[in-house]
Antibody, heavy 121, light 108 residues
Framework: QVHLVQSGAEVKKPGASVKVSCKASGYTFTSNAMHWVRQAPGQRLEWMGWINTGNGNTKYSQKFQGRVTLTRDTSASTAYMDLSSLRSEDTAVYYC??????????????WGQGTLVTVSS | EIVLTQSPATLSLSPGERATLSCRASQSVSSYLAWYQQKPGQAPRLLIYEASNRATGIPARFSGSGSGTDFTLTISSLEPEDFAVYYCQQRNNWPPITFGQGTRLEIK
């Protein structure tokens, strides 16, 4: 079955960068695009961007343009989210997510367990 | 960017009652809307996609309706495990994909 396993919690200082990984299993990694969504404490879910895991093309939310970079390593079936110039407002749980069925176009039925990133001086 | 506004913010009901949750879009999203359930400490769970289609394994007591700008999630008879936060999400004209602010369904 499909599993998305993310890297562990991170604590970063303002201005630093963080890289979160998402290792996929149970399906063909390059067949499903990977999305990244974050959730600050008590806040709504916030879509950050998307990577076509086949060709590496990306699309980003304008809010994060210039600060977020999505990459993937197809040999390791792993996607990465890199967020730079961190500020306290970036404290959130970061999720990777995919659509598991062609019917679920840009809806997400498989999610990673979430990675808490805390930004604090 | 399409803004989704959910109402009410909190809904207090008892098991066995019917729940009606609303999601309104700032402009038409056609039928490109989904509903998710999220419990504390867990990732969201896809319930409904394309406004009215139940996702795989979702019980029949969950139903969705609407198109354009106004959408509804109905839970016909609440089970104890249904008390959670519910989010709507649109994918029309993405990026960006956007989510509503959530409705908290709590036990009365």
């Amino acid at each position: 079955q499909v599993h998305l396993v993310q890297s562990g919690a991170e604590v970063k200082k303002p201005g630093a960068s963080v890289k979160v990984s998402c290792k996929a299993s149970g399906y063909t990694f390059t067949s499903n695009a990977m999305h990244w969504v974050r959730q600050a404490p008590g806040q709504r879910l916030e879509w950050m961007g998307w990577i076509n895991t086949g060709n590496g093309n990306t699309k980003y939310s304008q809010k994060f343009q210039g600060r977020v970079t999505l990459t993937r390593d197809t040999s390791a079936s792993t996607a990465y989210m890199d967020l730079s110039s961190l500020r306290s407002e970036d404290t959130a749980v970061y999720y990777c997510a995919i659509q598991g069925s062609p019917d679920y176009s840009h809806y997400f039925d498989y999610w990673g367990q979430g990675t808490l990133v805390t930004v604090s001086s | 960017e399409i803004v989704l506004t959910q109402s009410p913010a909190t809904l207090s009901l008892s098991p066995g009652e019917r729940a009606t949750l609303s999601c309104r879009a700032s402009q038409s999203v056609s039928s490109y809307l989904a509903w998710y359930q999220q419990k504390p400490g867990q990732a969201p769970r896809l319930l409904i996609y394309e406004a009215s289609n139940r996702a795989t394994g979702i019980p029949a007591r969950f139903s969705g309706s609407g198109s354009g700008t106004d959408f509804t999630l109905t839970i016909s008879s609440l089970e104890p495990e249904d008390f959670a936060v519910y989010y709507c999400q649109q994918r029309n004209n993405w990026p960006p994909i956007t989510f509503g602010q959530g409705t908290r369904l709590e036990i009365k």
